[in-house]
């Protein structure tokens, strides 16, 4: 899901055997546009242009009238998690000669995916996403409550089986009605949210982003490489892509059948 900006970066990276990419294919916004001042104080934006990577990868996904995104898997955190095939996709050297693969969005040189749910948890969040408004504003005001009852919040601090508990009744209280057994198989997703929002609120965006790094096995992975690396060469010998993407190493699609 990283987009943009992030994708010209990471793709010049790619390009130059400057770094290597861990995750997922990034989402594919690789257009330009100009804005052009219409009547009445409007704008019309208007694709101009379209971004590239310095070995010729254009990094917009074209998607053609008609077409449906594929579905994926819910990780933990929300998001879908999607598996493409990767077969057709044209193929690109890079500065060094190392396979890469084009076709829009940046292809990662390894694959690693988000923690999903299984199909059991994620018809329960389901269930639980028809009143998303309310247990949205119940995990904020909670969370909100949470921390100024708790000015000395431990930043490594976990979510307990008893904060869990005094959500439900919290949520029940503002007007949530739901089965508490779809709460119970939601219990994941949940316990991931609050933790999210109890860190944002205790500790900015950035202390957010440090407290649940803990949870993102592509960061975890990034990390045990760069720690064992002592050259660019052991970077890309450690992560096993020493000749490029290989398009038969992408993951199957997700069993959302798993337990």
Do not use: C
């Not at 770094?19 to 208007?46: H, N």
């Not at 045990?224 to 398009?247: H, Q, Y």
Request: glycine share 10%; proline share 5%; charged share 25%.
């Amino acid at each position: 899901r990283s987009a943009s900006a992030s994708e010209i970066v990471a793709g010049a990276l790619q390009d130059h055997d400057r770094a290597v990419v861990i995750g997922a294919p990034t989402f594919g916004k690789g257009s330009v546009q100009t804005l052009y001042r219409v009547a009445l104080g409007g704008v019309l934006r208007l694709t101009t242009a379209k971004w590239y990577t310095s070995v010729g990868r254009s990094i917009n996904k074209e998607l053609e009238a008609g077409d449906v995104l594929p579905r994926g898997a819910v990780s933990l955190e929300g998001p879908p998690v999607l598996i493409e095939d990767l077969s057709e996709r044209p193929t690109f050297e890079s500065m060094s000669g190392r396979t890469l693969l084009g076709g829009g969005g940046i292809v990662p040189d390894r694959w690693i995916l988000a923690d999903t749910l299984s199909t059991a948890e994620t018809r329960a969040v389901n269930r639980l996403s028809r009143q998303a408004g309310i247990f949205t504003s119940g995990v904020f005001n909670y969370a909100v409550r949470y921390v100024q009852e708790n000015p000395d919040l431990d930043r490594d601090f976990r979510i307990t089986d008893r904060m869990m508990a005094d959500l439900q009744l919290f949520l029940i209280e503002r007007g949530m009605d739901f089965d508490p057994a779809d709460y119970a198989g939601a219990g994941r997703f949940i316990r991931t949210r609050l933790e999210q929002e109890i860190a944002l609120q205790a500790f900015g965006e950035q202390g957010e982003a440090e407290h649940m790094m803990r949870y993102d096995p592509q960061m975890e992975e990034a990390l045990r490489i760069l720690r064992m690396a002592e050259s660019t060469e052991d970077l890309f010998r450690l992560a096993g892509v020493e000749n490029g993407v290989d398009p038969s190493q992408a993951p199957a699609p997700i069993d959302r059948q798993r337990p």
